[in-house]
């Protein structure tokens, strides 16, 4: 098992990418290798691998990964196919979806904490979360004009 402090090192190693604190991107960024950010991203983050956000690194978008630590802000929904841990200094205004959720004492989490939910796929908007797949769909009656009432009571 390895501890932070490794992946924290492993991190800076070849096939990573890493986010300069005085970078700014305005938009998303998808990537199929790990990396840290101590920048700021206006935009969804998803990577495989381990994503590292540094303590002046932020998110304003969600972040989807495999592992995550995050010293730093993230303002969205975060999506972890593994563990998550929020440090001590960190702050995160969201949902947190992971398997392994470790949260240290300090840390602020605004948002709800679901455990098993798959983070490779984004939630469906139109689809409620406690509909069945194989729920044939029920057609809808719709009345004409002339039967429509014009009250509100």
């Known amino acids: 098992m390895s501890t932070i ?36 991203v206006k935009g969804d983050v998803k990577t495989e691998g381990m994503l590292i956000i540094g303590p002046e690194g932020s998110v304003r978008g969600n972040v989807y990964a495999t592992d995550l630590v995050t010293y730093g802000k993230i303002y969205g929904d975060i999506y972890i196919s593994n563990k998550a841990v929020v440090s001590n200094e960190a702050y995160v205004k969201g949902d947190v979806n992971a398997v392994v959720l470790e949260v240290k004492e300090g840390a602020v989490i605004e948002g709800a904490i679901r455990k098993n939910i798959s983070a490779r796929h984004e939630p469906d908007p139109l689809k409620p979360a406690d509909a069945e797949a194989d729920t044939p769909e029920v057609e809808k009656v719709v009345k004409p004009p002339e039967e429509e009432r014009a009250s509100w009571f």
Do not use: Y
């Open 5 to 40: 402090t490794d992946r924290l090192w492993s991190a800076f190693s070849k096939g990573r990418f890493l986010l300069p604190r005085q970078v700014v991107v305005q938009g998303s960024i998808e990537a199929t290798i790990p990396g840290r950010i101590d920048g700021n």
